[in-house]
């Protein structure tokens, strides 16, 4: 199974971006999880999604009411709405997913770079 990121670019401040997380290859069991992200010399933070099977959604305190994460009916794409995108904004941006039995594993993908301008 890999997770493919896309839709990342540059925009200015005020601007929106739409990226999608994709499944390819199958599993078992898969749960498309949420979305970090990973600033220069920064670490890698909770974006939007679950950290945890049956856990809550929660969103980032610099990213609510901004950005928006939701899945495909089949459970095999995930997206992050992204508004008003702030230069603070700027970073890879990765998504993740679960793999349950009887892989029990971690998925990432390899990341999209989303750069925001003042």
């Known amino acids: 199974v890999q997770l493919v990121e896309s839709g990342g670019g540059s925009v200015q401040a005020g601007g929106s971006l739409r990226l999608s997380c994709s499944v390819s290859?199958?599993?078992?069991?898969?749960?498309?999880m949420a979305w970090y992200r990973q600033a220069p010399g920064k670490q890698r933070e909770l974006v939007a999604g679950?950290?945890?099977?049956?856990?809550?959604?929660r969103y980032a305190e610099s990213v609510m009411g901004r950005f928006t994460t939701s899945k495909d009916n089949g459970n095999r794409v995930m997206y992050l709405e992204m508004n008003n995108l702030q230069p603070d904004d700027t970073a890879v941006y990765y998504c993740?997913?679960?793999?349950?039995?009887?892989?029990?594993?971690?998925?990432w993908g390899q990341g999209t770079q989303v750069t925001v301008s003042a």
């Open positions: 993740n997913a679960y793999l349950g039995w009887p892989d029990s594993q971690w998925v």
């Open positions: 290859g199958t599993a078992y069991s898969l749960n498309l």
């Open positions: 679950t950290t945890s099977i049956g856990g809550s959604l």
